[in-house]
């Protein structure tokens, strides 16, 4: 091969990885992934792929959860970029369960923050909630598994999203460094003669 | 130091690490980014941090918009998890570029959706759109450098991010792997010598 | 210094590692170890020292139990040897909690061994056990919490251990790959915003 | 396959390692070590195995002698844990030679203990020894590969031990970093030429 | 192989090696490259090939340009030393764009230089410029995509080079490090809808 | 520092390495290199630099030769882009040496290639050679120190080239991978007592 | 394999390593080698082989000379350790051409030292020198070439080397780090086109 | 400092290592080492040094012995070369202790050869043995330490060694891969409580 034909090879896969989007290549794994925007969840090293260099659509937000802009992001790239799995990821000591609603609630009145008035989507004054719906929709939750696995249902049953897509949803636990399914924690199984079904 | 104090003080770390949310510990750099969801956009990489890894609570939805859940997202850093800088990362051959909004509207009407009765938050009822806004809520743009300067704006000025909070934008090319300034293009300055500016 | 000079001081180096014991040098960390024999248990890496390579003389048995023979070996190591502090490492999902005593002891008749007659140490006739305590000698155990606590108070009230030895224990959790005190489990307090402590 | 499957199967393997013994999977090897408690005998290292990584069970002790606890631990391993091979390692100017046992006797006493009724194991007054053992008791002996081979018997006839486990004793030697078998030094064949056997 | 054999094989490589010339051994990519001597064009690395170490005839000089110094250099190669393939590269930014002709020419008669009576080839007074021309002779340029293709045609054509040999010419960007053809920038597709051709 | 800060001056670098040549920014060692093409001349490791990498404008021709194309890359980088130093380096079995002119001549004009009228520089066709000068124009040499030596002359006389500069000459051994100056090989030194000057 | 098998094959390849002599078993490469001990002669390097761990008999003296003490050790392998193969590698710029004989007599003369008397092995009185041949002893050479072509037939001849044993004889040049055979010199053929042959 | 200053230096040390003898430049340590030829002495990594890479020189013959060649070799390094310290390396399990003298002149003798006619240099005739001594001249030996502790005497007090110079003697045992000096065996001393010196 001269040289000429492997410099040309070489621009082909540049301008491939570079104009993707536009030329209809979907990413690497045709994966898209949910997860909580918190700093203790490596991604990438959860899964074992490297979404940041071509393998997936990360989507993160506070608590990993299936928003208005989650079945956005997720209709997008499962309609028209060629994704064809959805992983969710949630986490233990989440954000999300540090406080209940009405402290927060009340904390934003008392630096002066009228929550009923405030424009949601500062690009999108179509977009609004019902009066007294503010609490409800910073989203905190009270237990991790149960979001988890109520969350895989609502992108299952989503309008939005494709029948044929797969759909899993897992648990990282920061107190490890390990990803589980909802409701199956080996730590309760390792303490106690007990938790261990001694016989 | 006996082992036993070193043994202690390990321990102290690590829980320290797992507990952070409830012991009101900040993230690293104090630092919340918002990003496309774009598989050719390595956020770590391109900010020069450890996202991953304890430095900073990473946002990332399809286009790397301000939309209600980045609102509701940099509220509660910025407000209850210590957080006092914003970054935004917008990237060049974004898939919001890729299509005009009408075609995807209609593309999701041939599948038999009906875009105006859809719920957008499957947990969510309250949030609701104008009738004939669907398109709009898609949220695709024309152009880079607009969106992520209007971008900054947005967020400096939304009643639910403190005034304190230091914000910037940038465009990461993923045509030459580097981060930008809105509105600034390197590569429009190299290529003859009139763009270079000959005397 | 000559090359001469070099050798002798090598040469010496030598002669005081591999004649140690009887040039009366202790081990470098002046520590004794008593952990679980479990292939999961990696005790130099769940300390942060080089136990194999002269840092602590380590004591392992099923269990990590405070028997005679831990109590012989301490004897000689804190008395003899120039040993100042003890570390005591159990572990979750230990084999002494997952079967009662009973279960075994049958299992053992079953084979054909009278277990009230076997000689326990083959060379040590003198060592004896009061009939019907063959099960409690096998030391089965409930809560590995309990036995860890329970056994440094064994060591810092043994006569033959000297007063001024500093003595811990510590729990190696086999789910998580950490170490941690006997009843404080990080993993208990994330799950839930109860477990967290939400107000 | 798609990231579900992967994850799935990533998970049973995490479960397979923490729930080992309840599970009944044995160590890797199969393998139960008994070797000496001193800091210059790198177990791993002169055997070629990782025993803290899932190879070996691990026993250790002052001497590496096969006391009551070594037959305790050895016989649950053998009986209950799936191991079907013991290799025992003593060493050279092991502690266990470096005195005398009336030596350490008289030093006990003349700090005030009395040997002969101080309880050996805390948790067990079941175990009790003849009046004038004491000294017996703590093992010290005189030559290390004698008490090599003769351990190598003890535990193939004891009746808690099965037949079929393969049993094996072996020599390390401080001085050189090498294993060898009992009776065979290949430092004492090559000073002179009538060592060598020179014709 | 005795060791003879082998050290009569090494030293016929060495031999080779620096004999290469007058033994009519060609380079390892009977390639020759004409480049730019900019300081920002790291020639082996953007071609993939180790020029310094034995791959490849390198020309430089300021442009990357065919002078008649590139001819002599080329048709060396191409008729004496068994090259068969040309690669030109030259490089947007490069400092022949820098300036226009006539302020250099000021410059240089600034400094008391007379342009027209200067020897260009201090060794060879025969080579001359028609008067007037030594600010051509200096060949700034204007569009760096341009010069990259009208030089491939030169090489091409020139009676000098023969027919059989391969040609091809690229542009490096400084910008982002990569090799492109001329006339073709990934960059230029890339930053609104209308340049990523939106439908 | 926040991230906004620490982003902007790496543009800043950035922005500074691409437009290098119009910022007027000289290269890192205000050096020019004049070396032959050979593939066995690995210039950055013969002078210990990273040439390819912001170091030196590294012009190569076939010889290493001080034409009127060095000439001129020279006057640009000495007189415009603010360089200051000059190294010049030839090679033992150079090409160059290794045919007669006449051998040359000949060959081309067997080729069909008439000598005399050839365009020397496609782009350029006011440089013109006295009739019968071609051979003197392929500037093949005899004597590699000689050479080196004589151009370090040319370019410290040459008018285009300021006074200040240094400028020195080196000859690079490829049968010992070695630099040395001119008319001092160490290889003539050392292999028979008289060429040891022994005494 | 237990582990007892592969401890038990440890051990005889660690057995075979120390006893290799009396247990009759070569050196890896059957090979004995003849080297000046010149600190600037990397043996191992230059030959290709690790003669300090198991493949070569090693002997170096002053020059790398064929001595009676050459002969004895030569003798030895060849005869009885099961050597084959026998290299010598004299070197440029040794000693033993720094000076002459005269010299070196006459220096050692007026340091007080009577050398025809002088008793040359301290073990061995019935090696004797006729009178007058210190001097010659020294072995003081002028050609390296001539030495190393001349040493290799004085082996071949020599009735203490059997007549199979394969002999070469190489010139390590301190100036370049490679090997070459007597009277090539790679070197010499470089500088000019007339030591490079042009035609 | 100008790249020519640096390549002026760089050439300047290139030199100075090449022609160190004829310069009057001494090695690194200004050490010669004796050492036998055996495949198992690996005399760098014994001594900490980099004797092939300038730091010493390093004489090696069967048996490391103090012959006429090694006093010819060290009389030249001490009174010509700069030299100040000797050191010898005699080793376990040497071939000089594999056989008896007897035994190997009866093996030459089988084979044909006349061991009191041979000429043991085959270019120095003028050396020569006392008819009956060519059994002596093999000189093989006894016992390791002795003859190592012999031969420090034998240089120290030779007419040909300066007085000055520091000589020692060190045995390296290839049973343990460690240097050790004449008569102390650190292996003797630890293997029974009597060898340990047990109270």
Partial sequence: ???KQQLESDFESRKHWALRRQMGIPNNRRLWVCACMDERLPVD???????????????RNAGGL???DAIRSAMLTCNFFGTEEIVIIN???CGMMSAHTDTLVRALREKGIDVDKVQLDPDLPELTLREGSFGKW???FSDVDEVCARQVEYVRNHPLIPDHVTVSGWIWEVETGHLRPPHFRVGEKVNTNKAMGAK
Same sequence: chains 1, 2, 3, 4, 5, 6, 7, 8.
């Fill in 1 to 3: 091969m001269s040289l």
């Fill in 45 to 59: 090293e959860a899964l074992g792929i490297r979404g940041d260099h071509g393998d997936a659509h990360v989507f």
């Fill in 66 to 68: 299936i928003t208005d």
């Fill in 91 to 93: 986490h233990t000591e």
């Fill in 138 to 140: 910073i989203k905190m």
